[in-house]
T-cell receptor, first 112, second 113 residues
Framework: DAKTTQPPSMDCAEGRAANLPCNHS???????VYWYRQIHSQGPQYIIH???NNETNEMASLIITEDRKSSTLILPHATLRDTAVYYC?????????????FGDGTTLTVKP | GAVVSQHPSRVICKSGTSVKIECRSL??????MFWYRQFPKQSLMLMAT?????????EQGVEKDKFLINHASLTLSTLTVTSAHPEDSSFYIC?????????FGPGTRLTVT
């Protein structure tokens, strides 16, 4: 499975949009991009996933570049409870990236 | 949404003893479950893939005789850490696959003294 690169940390003001980038330049044609987040001492929480089209759900939006080599997770109105480590991983749909590598993720800190 | 539970949430055991951690899918059946380990300030590391009715598949470097995995039913997978040592102290997290989505448990904090 392809590996991903994320900035180690980001800050965001409460109420503003948080844009978290992810590079996955070696992604293959059948691999999806998944985003999870992990709040301290809890299990990861699924956020969103996509193949090539932009996706939106109640939590976030996922923007995938046309060449699929990078993507951006957008939290439209960040709250203090969105402070967490955000993981971008790529993998096959059949295991929902279950066998993919979790990188170090981006620690997002939402500040009042 | 789908719910995955783990029991216990925290456990402290003495060196040399064995500890069993349960992972249950509460409202769905999961043919496949995954076990991860997470050390402080580090990312999740996949330990093994647990398949109902068959042997688990372990990742490279994970000792199958030390970390026993049993997936006897479609809603329960267990991880037994045998002869635990202080270096096994970690946060153990399971996940279950449902409809191509992965649902994670809340994790189990193991401390070996």
């Amino acid at each position: 499975d392809a590996k991903t690169t994320q900035p180690p940390s980001m800050d965001c003001a409460e109420g503003r949009a948080a844009n978290l980038p992810c590079n996955h330049s070696t992604i293959s044609g059948n691999e999806y991009v998944y985003w999870y987040r992990q709040i301290h001492s809890q299990g990861p929480q699924y956020i969103i996933h996509g193949l090539k089209n932009n996706e939106t759900n109640e939590m976030a939006s996922l923007i995938i570049t046309e060449d699929r080599k990078s993507s951006t997770l957008i939290l439209p109105h960040a709250t203090l409870r969105d402070t967490a480590v955000y993981y971008c991983i790529v993998g096959g749909i059949n295991t929902n990236a279950g066998k993919s590598t979790f990188g170090d993720g981006t620690t997002l800190t939402v500040k009042p | 949404g789908a719910v995955v539970s783990q029991h216990p949430s925290r456990v402290i055991c003495k060196s040399g003893t064995s500890v069993k951690i349960e992972c249950r899918s509460l409202d769905f059946q999961a043919t496949t479950m995954f076990w991860y380990r997470q050390f402080p300030k580090q990312s999740l590391m996949l330990m093994a893939t647990s398949n109902e009715g068959s042997k688990a598949t372990y990742e490279q470097g994970v000792e199958k005789d030390k970390f026993l995995i049993n997936h006897a039913s479609l809603t329960l997978s267990t991880l037994t850490v045998t002869s635990a040592h202080p270096e096994d102290s970690s946060f153990y997290i399971c996940s279950a696959l449902k409809d191509y989505e992965q649902y994670f448990g809340p994790g189990t904090r193991l401390t070996v003294t």
